[in-house]
T-cell receptor, first 113, second 112 residues
Framework: LAKTTQPISMDSYEGQEVNITCSHN???????ITWYQQFPSQGPRFIIQ???TKVTNEVASLFIPADRKSSTLSLPRVSLSDTAVYYC??????????????FGGGTRLMVKP | DAEITQSPRHKITETGRQVTLACHQT?????MFWYRQDLGHGLRLIHY???????NKGEVSDGYSVSRSNTEDLPLTLESAASSQTSVYFC???????????FGDGTRLSIL
């Protein structure tokens, strides 16, 4: 499996920057890295996607080192509404190595006032 | 606006029954996916499709089947429901390779 590993949970305070790292040692050449946010009773929602180096959009940044075996989602100045579960997903199909795409267990982020 | 809808949102059934969960998307996306979500396991892929008449097994496909007769729909069928299949099921779609997936709001299925 194209398994990903993330911390189970993280705590932060409003206004702080939060960095969540995902490990994906068997990422294949063609795989992109995508991060999703999920609130209770809702489906995951796309946050950001990247292939290498750094990607930034209006809500987050994604840092990917040269070996691409990990990635870090950065949320600047979090608010209470960022409390959610965050998932990283590598690829979207069986990759070149025959690995099935799979979400990891996700990281439960709790933002405190 | 384009969307992806799942129905029903909640269902309770008995072991041994056949159950079909519907997924309908109006984006005209080629790729569609079914996941189940259980505590401690995150989201696990059940089946996926890259287009009409194409279906593929995912990580946890035993006991489930799908069919893709048109672009918009990918129904998920539990041939003989088992209590271990009690879960929340999510459908997703994407336009093509390595494109972000759009998820429905899920179906909570309880099998007694």
């Amino acid at each position: 499996l194209a398994k990903t590993t993330q911390p189970i949970s993280m705590d932060s305070y409003e206004g702080q920057e939060v960095n969540i790292t995902c490990s994906h040692n068997n990422i294949a050449t063609n795989d992109y890295i995508t991060w999703y946010q999920q609130f209770p009773s809702q489906g995951p929602r796309f946050i950001i996607q990247g292939y290498k180096t750094k990607v930034t959009n209006e809500v987050a940044s994604l840092f990917i080192p040269a070996d691409r075996k990990s990635s870090t989602l950065s949320l600047p100045r979090v608010s209470l509404s960022d409390t959610a579960v965050y998932y990283c997903l590598v690829g979207d199909r069986i990759n070149n190595a025959g690995n099935m795409l799979t979400f990891g267990g996700g990281t439960r982020l709790m933002v405190k006032p | 606006d384009a969307e992806i809808t799942q129905s029903p949102r909640h269902k309770i059934t008995e072991t041994g029954r056949q159950v079909t969960l519907a997924c309908h998307q109006t984006w005209n996306h080629n790729n569609m996916f079914w996941y189940r979500q259980d505590l401690g396991h995150g989201l696990r892929l059940i089946h996926y499709s890259y287009g009409v008449q194409d279906t593929n097994k995912g990580e946890v496909s035993d006991g489930y089947s799908v069919s893709r007769s048109n672009t918009e729909d990918l129904p998920l069928t539990l041939e003989s429901a088992a209590s271990s299949q009690t879960s929340v099921y999510f459908c997703a779609s994407s336009p093509g390779p390595n494109q972000p997936q759009h998820f429905g709001d899920g179906t909570r299925l309880s099998i007694l």
